[in-house]
């Protein structure tokens, strides 16, 4: 995706102009609740700039949505254990 940080087809949650304003990469994760996803959206300065003087930046968009289910898994897992645990001390 090739993008300027006026361009209305940014994406929601991209970080872009924020990257542009620091000069500094910019990492945030964000949920598309029209595609029930989770996204990491990165932006990153690669010190290049065009033959306009703006500034050149690799944009990342990944779908981390399998890992946040299995973070939230793994959650219950450990809240179960833990109520087990309590249960067994009490018992």
């Known amino acids: 995706m090739v993008h300027g940080i006026e361009d209305d087809s940014t994406y929601p949650g991209c970080p872009p102009k ?9 990492e945030k994760e964000y949920f598309d609740e029209g595609h029930g996803r989770w996204l990491s959206i990165a932006v990153y ?9 703006e500034e050149i930046h690799f ?16 959650a219950e897992c450990r ?11 009490a018992g």
Do not use: F, N
Not at 18 to 26: D, I
Not at 79 to 89: P, Q, T, Y
């Open 18 to 26: 924020e990257a542009v304003e620091s000069h500094a990469p910019v």
């Open 45 to 53: 300065p690669t010190g290049a700039w065009t033959a306009d003087a």
């Open 59 to 74: 944009h990342m968009i990944r779908d981390i949505t399998a890992e946040k289910q299995q973070d939230a898994e793994l």
């Open 79 to 89: 809240r179960r254990l833990a109520a087990l645990a309590d249960e067994g001390a």
